[in-house]
């Protein structure tokens, strides 16, 4: 068994470059630390439900309270990866374009009675944007300049958690290593561009710290064939380590000199990643039926970045409603023991950006089949979300999203002893 699972850890090891980041292409990253993901998980089919979400299928280690729902003699290995189509619109020009982002690793297994152990890599945040404007020059409205914004990177998450079920009250705990590279590129030219200099210069910030997610989940009987649960899981406030570099060069145009202008660095700065809670709840009918709502929060207003803090961030806020149907548990068809799967979810962003708040609306869909196998279950997943970001009025952006979501699971009988050698 250690073997297996130190060769687990192994895996773990390479998931950085197995799912490096694909940016997520959009403009609203530009800001803080990135696009904070309206969806991520296996339950994203379900509008993104996870406070009072848990199962023996799945490891939702969006709160770690879950975990003592899973099987005692299997070991659990998933993994999870989006690809998405994005139409990108304002008032005067259009364009589309595809990325890959959030992927996941997570694995989990029974430590001892009654405590359970998950470990995994995810992907936090995305930034990925290029943007060019051409714009009047200040003081004189006869010449005008170009500029070009570029940025890549986002935070990702190593994290180790454990759970312990109380009676029918479950508590969690995940221990996360937050770190990640986020840069920003300007170029900035007068035009035209036939004589003089222009300016070119890149901000990068560096993540690296620790970050605890509390959960707790605890379900209520009602009558002999309905389960209430009801879930929370979140963060406090944190001040993470951070390292912060800007470089400015000025590149002469027909001389092609450079000339460094400007090289600040900022050793062992601070970046407070705000407070979150999420909480909700799950009815479950006879098995069978599901429905499940969420409300998210994080306190996005009080996000500071090496002693600054940031004008345009508002409170973020997430409602999230799913469900779904499961024919037969233990059905003979296939089709019967596929969980067929639906919601929604509203956000209002922690952007403020032109006296207009930066809103999200999606609906999901999709379904999770299981196959059996000799001694294992492997899960098959997929799940579409589509909806709407932003808006075109005031000079905005507004983009409309198509995401689809594979997730592949595996319950491993590895703790199970032999009855006959």
Known sequence: MMKRILFSFAILLLANSIFGQNNSGSPYSKYGLGLLPDNYGIYTAMGGVSAAMRDNYNINYLNPASYTALDSLRFYFQVGINAEYVYVSTTKAHTDYTAGQNGAINMAFRVAPKLFASFGFNERTDIGYDLSFIKPVMGDNTKQ?????????GLNDFYVGLAYQWGKLSLGVNAILLFGKL???????????????YIKTRTRNQIHDFIFTLGAQYPINIGRNATLTLGAAGNFGTYVGGFKKFEAYKYGVTTNTMIQINDDVMDDGKVFYPSRITFGGTYLFKNKWAVSGDYTFQNMSQYKEFGQKTEDFEGYHKVALGGYYQPNENGRYWWERNKYMAGSYFTRSHLYLKEHMVNTFGITFGMQMPLRIAYQELLLGFSIDGGI?????NTLIKEQYIKLRINIAFKELWFAKRKIN
């Open 145 to 153: 300049s170009y500029q070009r914004l570029e940025g890549e990177g």
């Open 183 to 197: 840069e920003e590129r300007e170029t900035l030219v007068l035009l035209p561009f036939d004589s003089g200099y």
């Open 389 to 393: 970001r932003g808006t075109e009025s």
